[in-house]
């Protein structure tokens, strides 16, 4: 069942965009669709890369150094100065062919090391994934629509921290392959110091799927050494071949409210989800459709409806587009009501053309394959089988949920789910354990079926 929730706005109120009524000059078909793809490429983000690493090591001063712009701006987070929910921020790559090596790449138009003119390579999405334990359920949500990732660690502590750790292992079993490790803070250590946190590095990844990850020292608050970083990211991290052929299929990894408090009927705006698209194409004015939805009360049970709603435009980094591709986060300005949006409440839900989207499913069978060691622990603990009635936290594309295991079945568990997803039959899930009030990553599984 499908629910339109529109914001409440008068007949007269005007769309983002209106036709200037002005006659456009012919030009060959192939010179109109060069121009259209240049300018897409330079108005949206062709690539995700997430950053990654243990609480306080840096990531959030990188995301600055890289694009200018501070990702921890919610209230909370500037107060305990970590970052909590997903931050995003898009930077444009440069290169200038005055320059050599390392040295001509620049996140400038205007080459900083000759003053030349520097050439447009591509625009990056970054996204800034918590790093505090208790976050781990943020930072999985992050890592499912990212392309690339960046792992940092901090010089001047020992290699590697629990959180480290953890997030290179939830790499590894989302399939992260594309991976440039940060070592960052070499400013405030010496070279001895330096070195052996390089050494130890490389240790740890001995025998991951970052065994072969250039590994980069920074200091990104001195912006030091960043023109090699963007290097390595340029030859690490190409930009994937994208399906634009398939129904579009959209993760909302934030939704939000834009109005201020106290902004006249007339002239709110409608709420606005933030993600990113992994197949096909989004136009402006494209008729679309959330799934689960929103939950409503019904007789002492909770019931899902899908949502309706429309595209009213899309922005991203500062410009407003008629059409995405898939590639870096953008925003979607929809017709809905802010009321349904904001604080995150559709975080996890897909977004698709109507009654082209995956089923929603309320159980799930999976076949899960579980790590040996808990990953995050201080403690050396081996992950025990997966026990009736345990509660165990999925993550599924953006979504997070709970599902209790309500049977076990060879090799097969049967868990029933507190919010439904919407996903595919064997799309691979992350499955968490509560262990020391903390959800803790002992494997992934894939789905089999309901």
């Known amino acids: 069942m499908a629910t339109t929730l529109a914001k409440k706005t008068p007949k007269s109120a005007k769309t983002p965009t209106e036709k200037t009524g002005e006659k456009p000059v012919a030009k060959p078909a192939a010179a109109k669709e060069s121009k259209k793809k240049q300018a897409l490429s330079q108005e949206q983000p062709a690539v995700s890369i997430g950053l990654f690493g243990h609480v306080d090591n840096g990531k959030t001063t990188l995301t600055r150094a890289l694009t200018g712009k501070w990702t921890d701006t919610h209230s909370e987070e500037m107060k305990r100065g970590i970052t909590i929910r997903l931050g995003y921020a898009d930077a444009d790559f440069y290169t200038c062919s005055q320059c050599k090596d390392v040295d001509m790449y620049t996140i400038s138009a205007t080459c900083p090391t000759c003053g030349g003119t520097a050439a447009f390579l591509r625009k990056v999405s970054f996204i800034d994934a918590p ?19 960046l792992l940092l ?31 960052n803070k070499i400013d405030i250590v010496d070279e001895a110091q330096a070195v052996k946190n390089y050494e ?12 072969k990850a250039p590994i980069i020292p920074i200091s990104a608050q001195h912006n030091v050494n960043i023109s ?36 006249e009927i007339e002239a709110l705006h409608g709420g606005v989800l933030g993600g990113a698209l992994k197949q096909g194409v989004f136009h402006e004015g494209d008729e679309i459709e959330i799934r689960p939805g929103l939950g409503i009360e019904r007789e002492g049970k909770k019931q899902w409806n899908s949502i309706t709603t429309k595209i009213l435009g899309m922005h991203s980094g500062g410009h407003l587009l008629k059409e995405v591709h898939p590639g870096g986060s953008f925003g979607i300005m929809t017709t809905l009501d802010p009321f349904y949006v ?20 309320s159980t799930l069978l999976l076949k899960p394959q579980l790590l ?42 049967h868990v029933k789910l507190k919010i439904p997803v919407c996903c595919s039959k064997d799309d691979r899930l992350v499955i968490s354990r509560m262990l020391g009030n903390r959800w803790r990553l002992i494997g992934v599984a894939k789905i089999m079926g309901a």
Do not use: Y
Request: charge should be neutral; include cysteine.
């Open 200 to 211: 130890q590095i490389q240790a740890f990844v001995k025998g991951t799927i970052a065994e």
């Open 228 to 263: 090699a970083l963007i290097a390595a990211l340029e030859q690490t991290i190409p930009t994937p071949t994208r399906d634009v052929t398939k129904d579009p299929l959209f993760f909302i990894a934030r939704s939000f409210d834009i109005n201020r408090p106290g902004t």
């Open 131 to 149: 790093g505090h334990e208790s976050l781990m359920a943020t930072m999985l949500s992050g890592a499912s629509i990212i392309d690339g990732a």
């Open 342 to 361: 904001k604080a995150d409440t559709l975080t996890g839900n897909v977004v698709g053309k109507k009654g082209k989207l995956p089923d929603v499913w």
């Open 372 to 413: 040996k060691r808990v990953v995050g622990s201080k403690e050396d603990l081996n992950v025990e089988p997966i026990k009736k009635l345990e509660p165990l936290m999925i993550n599924v594309n953006s979504a997070v949920t709970v599902g209790i295991v309500t049977e076990l079945k060879k090799d097969m568990v």
């Open 153 to 183: 660690v901090a010089a001047n502590e020992e290699c590697p921290l629990p959180q480290t750790r953890e997030h290179l292992m939830a790499l590894e079993i989302l399939g992260i392959k594309n991976i440039v490790i940060v070592q």
